[in-house]
């Protein structure tokens, strides 16, 4: 029969290797690459990029889109612009149809390139202009949803080439 040391020495040895299996397995679950982008789509999921709206006293849901650039219309020099456009969305429904439709993101993707590119440098130079063409973009983009569902368009980025 085993001495009472011995029983308490293989306890011991049993419950070290014991810890340090559970740390290795955590340590390998934490880093493992699959589980790490399920967690960040979870993330992304739940944190969206929230704009203050005063007059409703709480927080809208945004999307930013892919930036645009294209030629501007004017036929005497080759210009061309950049941009980067961000919706202000009533719902988050709305933003949730967006990242799930490759097709919807594209349709709208276009529908920048076709309301930028008819439009001259001095045009898109213009604060009057600028201000129609988020009108312009806020309707289009409403067109593709059964509700209306973009509150505001917001451009954060406008760079015109010299």
């Not at 009472?4 to 419950?15: E, N, P, R, V």
């Not at 889109?65 to 456009?85: H, I, K, L, P």
């Amino acid at each position: 029969m085993p001495k009472k040391s011995d029983i308490i020495f293989y306890i011991g040895t049993l419950a070290v290797i014991a810890g340090v299996a559970f740390l290795l397995v955590h340590l390998i679950v934490q880093n493992d690459p699959a589980t790490d982008s399920l967690e960040k789509q979870k993330i992304d999921e739940q944190q969206e990029e929230p704009v203050d709206d005063s007059t409703l006293g709480r927080k809208d849901p945004v999307y930013t889109f892919d930036s645009v650039e294209g030629n501007t219309a004017d036929t005497y020099a080759a210009r061309f612009f950049s941009m980067q456009v961000i919706g202000v969305f009533r719902k988050r429904k709305f933003v949730s149809e967006l990242k799930n439709s490759e097709v919807l993101r594209l349709q709208i993707h276009d529908l920048f390139i076709t309301t930028f590119t008819a439009r001259t440098v001095p045009e898109l130079q213009s604060h009057e202009i600028k201000e129609e063409l988020k009108r312009e973009l806020k309707e289009g983009i409403n067109g593709f949803f059964e509700d209306k569902a973009v509150k505001e368009i917001i451009i954060t980025k406008f760079i015109i080439s010299q």
